[in-house]
């Protein structure tokens, strides 16, 4: 039987849960990938010994990029209302400051003091020193969440004292047309464009975030709001999916045929009009990131919700422990990395180890760290 629209999930939606795990490898992949040559921010720059590696690296972490953080955004937005709803908005709120600020006060005063231990006195060999400084580093994740979610219980009691307001509901009964969510890449492309004229890739504003991405990760919770309200994931056919997946497939090799005709095998500093500015290949990257968001996305949760939509043992712990292994990767990857500098192998076949090393220790030590006592209130 069909569910309706508005229809809250009686059932664990098993498919959401792989879908985050696949999400949370890849935020390992993607970190790992780019200590290794990928393009991005990371404190420790292992340098390939070849010239292939960097532009396999910096591929994969273009993809990513692309959809990766998004998909979080998005299902975050979903799980909101129905929270708010079930807790109340001033639950809610202490709920969110609870799972979402502690690790942050954790993290700027405990976990921050273990990286310079791995990063400052074991790799650089410079004295420890402690430090306070509120440096959120990839929790601006968190910190973006927790501000998201107070704007909504903000218009949550606006709309509920408001006189026969009507929520935002669009397409309640049926998944967004195709002629919508082109809509949505050519808004997408040319708000990104306009953001990082000011605001490139790569650029950093207090209290931590990157701007350039913000109009895909505004815009995915307020989708995923949307998607619950309208039970949009329950109503996305194989069609449409399909659809949307020969686009994504197709955008793959366009970002070698963009990244030639913009110059980047001619000169290296050709890769800075790519991030910003008011240059034709700013636009065109712009473009090709809010394509692939919205084509993988649409694929890939079809594709979880029908082939992933069961669970085991193994997944229930694993997907208990996504939120702890979103938090300590960063620690465990330092680690690695700085064990792996010495090691004379092939970059790709280095970052192949390391992976394959950090993923399942991330998960274990992230299950072993939600058996301290009161954890699980925070960690879930």
């Not at 004292?161 to 509901?169: A, L």
């Not at 008011?278 to 692939?292: G, K, M, N, R």
């Not at 996305?297 to 996504?322: C, G, H, I, Q, W």
Request: charged residues 15%; positive net charge.
């Amino acid at each position: 039987m069909e569910a309706k629209a508005g229809d809250k999930p009686k059932t664990r939606l098993f498919y959401l849960d792989n879908f985050r795990i696949y999400l949370t490898i890849l935020v390992i992949l993607h970190h790992t990938a780019i200590a290794y040559g990928g393009s991005g921010d990371w404190a420790i720059k292992d340098p390939a010994v070849d010239e292939f590696s960097p532009i396999l690296l910096t591929f994969f972490t273009a993809v990513n990029q692309s959809y990766f953080m998004s998909a979080f955004f998005l299902m975050a937005g979903y799980f909101t209302p129905r929270s708010l709803e079930r807790k109340g908005a001033a639950a809610f709120v202490r709920d969110r400051f609870i799972r979402l600020g502690v690790p942050i006060l954790v993290f700027t005063t405990l976990i921050i003091n273990i990286n310079q231990l791995i990063l400052g006195v074991w790799w650089r060999g410079i004295p420890f020193k402690w430090n306070f400084t509120y440096e959120v580093g990839h929790l601006w994740f968190l910190q973006a969440l927790l501000i998201f979610a107070l704007v909504y219980v903000a218009y949550r009691a606006w709309s509920d004292r408001t006189p026969n307001h009507q929520r935002f509901r669009f397409f309640p009964d049926r998944f967004p047309s195709d002629r919508s969510m082109l809509l949505s890449i050519v808004v997408l492309s040319a708000l990104t464009f306009i953001v990082r004229i000011g605001y490139p890739v790569g650029k950093w504003v207090a209290p931590g975030f990157q701007f350039a991405h913000f109009a895909h990760y505004t815009f995915a919770f307020f989708v995923g709001v949307l998607a619950y309200r309208g039970d949009w994931l329950t109503r996305l056919g194989w069609d449409q999916a399909r659809r949307w997946g020969v686009v994504a497939l197709a955008m793959l090799p366009v970002f070698f045929v963009v990244a030639i005709l913009g110059g980047v095998l001619e000169s290296d500093t050709a890769l800075e009009s790519f991030l910003g500015g008011l240059y034709w290949q700013s636009l065109a990257y712009a473009a090709w990131e809010s394509i692939l968001f919205i084509a993988a996305l649409t694929f890939l949760l079809y594709f979880f919700r029908e082939r992933f939509n069961d669970s085991s043992p193994r997944l229930k712990s694993m997907a208990a422990s996504v939120y702890t292994v979103y938090i300590i990767h960063q620690t465990v990857l330092f680690a690695l990395n700085v064990l792996f500098l010495s090691v004379p192998i092939p970059t790709i076949l280095k970052f192949v180890i390391v992976a394959v090393i950090a993923v399942p220790s991330c998960f274990v030590l992230a299950a072993l760290i939600r058996r301290i006592p009161y954890a699980k209130r925070v960690l879930g």
